[in-house]
């Protein structure tokens, strides 16, 4: 079996143990118990707890941001598709969140043991907005603007209330739906031309 | 003494308790003890445990919002007015966790276990700057919006990253400064007419 181990049969067995153990308790030992083999065989892939981790980590914001990519890559009026964008992201993090907390919770107190993988995801959202911002500057939708990254930076601060965790358990309350509409409007008025 | 003990005399007693043992471990006995007195002086003023944490907290935001409330009220052009508030919001809540972080963390915990409070101090948050939007409409400098709460709430939103405690440890960060700029920028001219 230890032949034919592969990272994502690891990666799988990995979000599990945390799942049931917790960030603080689950061990590399415990990954391997829960696919019956040696913990050598784990570390001849990740050779570190938190080199699983992070791999773990990254692997499910990959998942979970799968849709806003694609909401990226979608064509039409760059307006529409920055409001589509936050729409997306919203919805994705809240169904994530909702459909089951335990596992958002583990990966919530994941992310709090880790930075580069982060950082990474966090450049890689601004690079999605940044791109959405220039073919709009370009067809004249939007207000060219001295610096993109930054102001890409800055509609992914004023949504952060939509996006970050710390913030999940008032995704469901009333009225929430309303509170993004608002922020999404003063946001791409904020940079129309 | 009890018969001269003042309200303001037990909240700053609790504040130094508080500090002392933490919002989860403090009690009214431990009040009581540090100002020399019986814990039923201490309940003639406030009737319970959460009324005491309530106006304790009550009395600090009131405290440390009270250069926001001025802002608020400062003359001039309503857009250099809402940056100024905004920027005002920022600077106070940036210098209370920074300069007696001890303190800070205190609050940020007695925070989660009231509610009512920090709604009323959203509420009046959200009124102040709705102030500023209604002077700002009738100037023309801003344009008229369907509903100046909920857009007060967007600006609100928008600018959580830089008044909401959880963010605090990011407060210090290289280029949070430009954040908070273009994260201005953007609201401002969300808002513009």
Known sequence: MAEALTSEQILEAAQRVLRRFGPAKATVVDVARALGVSHGSVYRHFPSKL????????????HAHAPVTLAARAGGPAPARLRNW???LFDTKRHKACDD???FATYSALVAGTSGVIADHVAEMIAQIAGILRD???????????DVE?????????????????????WTQ????KAFDATCDL???GLSS
Chains 1, 2 share one sequence.
């Open 187 to 189: 946001v791409l008025k």
């Open 174 to 177: 009333d009225g929430i739906d």
């Open 101 to 103: 907390p335990e596992l």
């Open 136 to 146: 709009g500057i370009e067809a004249g939708e939007f207000t060219p603007v001295a």
């Open 150 to 170: 930054l102001t890409a930076r800055a509609v992914l601060d004023a949504t952060t209330r939509f996006h970050n965790p710390v913030f999940a358990t008032r």
């Open 86 to 88: 936050l729409a997306t």
């Open 51 to 62: 080199a699983l981790r992070d791999a773990v980590l990254r692997r499910w914001l990959e």
